[in-house]
């Protein structure tokens, strides 16, 4: 069945530091593939998304690229902030949402 | 997106009670689930819970419980039966609008039982 393998965490940064979280999925079709964020106590709210092969997905400064041939969305930050301090899950709906393992962040001033 | 209202937001009950956790949606959406998160854990799919008819449980989880119920397309309810120190987590409240769409996610519900 459909899957998501995501980078083990945690993992712990530099305020200012280049952030990569690597994600990789096995579907059949054409998923749509998200980043989540969870915040210490809260929900999972969504970060960004990508529906087809080479959109990239962005918001609050994060990125990911949609790579159907390597099939990955990969997390990528340029300059991360103590405020991204959170857990971080890949995840992917194929009519079916399935969830990464999720990769603690801990970015220390 | 959806805004979702989900209480209570934590509680500690006593083994061998019940807990009845509710979830508010400010619009009508198509897919609603119910999802078990252990501490450091990912997110584990309990049901989906299907407006006017029986919930559809994953492998692992009955209805005996944790029944559901969904009378309409803004609300659903989870009931932790017979709660024993096992069920300790957060339980989190999920919709979607069907197809390959985003979810969005409720701020869950901590619970401790003692």
């Known amino acids: 069945g459909d899957s998501v393998t995501q980078m083990e965490g945690p993992v712990t940064l530099s305020e200012e530091a280049f952030l990569t979280i690597n994600c990789t999925y096995t579907a059949t079709g054409y998923p749509s593939l998200f980043w989540y964020v969870q915040y210490p106590g809260e929900g999972l709210q969504l970060l960004l998304k990508?529906?087809?092969?080479?959109d990239k997905g962005s918001n609050k400064g994060f990125e990911a690229t949609y790579r159907k041939e390597t099939t990955s969305f990969h997390l990528e930050k340029g300059s991360v902030q103590v405020s991204d301090s959170a857990v971080y899950f890949c995840?992917?709906?194929?009519?079916?949402?399935?969830f990464g393992a999720g990769t603690r962040l801990t970015v220390k001033p | 997106s959806a805004v979702i209202s989900q209480k209570p937001s934590r509680d500690i009950c006593q083994r061998g009670t019940s807990l009845t956790i509710q979830c508010q949606v400010d619009s009508q959406v198509t897919m609603m689930f119910w999802y078990r998160q252990q501490p450091g854990q990912s997110l584990t799919l309990i049901a989906t819970?299907?407006?006017?008819?029986?919930?559809?449980?994953e492998s692992g989880f009955v209805i005996d419980k944790f029944p559901i119920s969904r009378p309409n397309l803004t609300f659903s309810t989870l009931t932790v039966s017979n709660m024993s120190p096992e069920d300790s987590s957060i339980y989190l409240c999920?919709?979607?609008?069907?197809?390959?769409?985003?979810?969005?996610f409720g701020q869950g519900t901590r619970l401790t039982v003692v």
């Open positions: 990508a529906t087809k092969a080479d």
């Open positions: 995840a992917l709906n194929n009519n079916d949402m399935r």
């Open positions: 999920s919709v979607s609008r069907g197809g390959n769409t985003e979810a969005f």
């Open positions: 819970a299907n407006q006017g008819s029986e919930a559809t449980y």
